[in-house]
């Protein structure tokens, strides 16, 4: 079983920077594209960012291109979003997810077929 866990979440003002992380357990992260998702209060969850297996190809969503970065270390483990220039837009609760792909160069930002969650960070960004 597959276990991740996100942190690195907090209070920031407009315009700051944070750093997430997405630590895994259980198994290699070798064959799993992963992704990035946030839900902010009253709204649906969006896709934000994936990384495939092989750390080849990386998606983001409009809102986030150009400010938000994803990378991923397999041989740590860990998966990391680094934010910038972060808006009130940008404030809700962000999960990373597995998703078990046997071509390591793709991912995708739809959340159907993803297996694994982890259980949230809260991002605010407020002056």
């Known amino acids: 079983q597959l276990q991740l866990v996100e942190s690195g979440g907090g209070l920031v003002q407009p315009g700051g920077s944070l750093r997430l992380s997405c630590a895994a357990s259980?198994?290699?992260?070798?064959?799993?594209?992963i992704g990035w998702f946030r839900q902010a209060p009253g709204k649906e969850r969006e896709g934000v960012s994936c990384i495939s297996g092989n750390g080849g190809s990386t998606k983001y969503a409009d809102s986030v291109k150009g400010r938000f970065t994803i990378s991923r270390d397999n041989a740590k483990h860990a998966v990391y979003l680094q934010m910038n220039s972060l808006n009130a837009e940008d404030t809700a609760v962000y999960y990373c997810?597995?998703?078990?792909?046997?071509?390591?160069?793709?991912?995708?930002?739809?959340?159907?077929?993803?297996?694994?969650w982890g259980q949230g960070t809260q991002v605010t960004v407020s002056s």
């Open positions: 259980g198994r290699t992260l070798d064959y799993y594209a």
């Open positions: 997810a597995a998703d078990f792909r046997a071509d390591r160069s793709f991912c995708t930002v739809v959340a159907d077929g993803y297996d694994y």
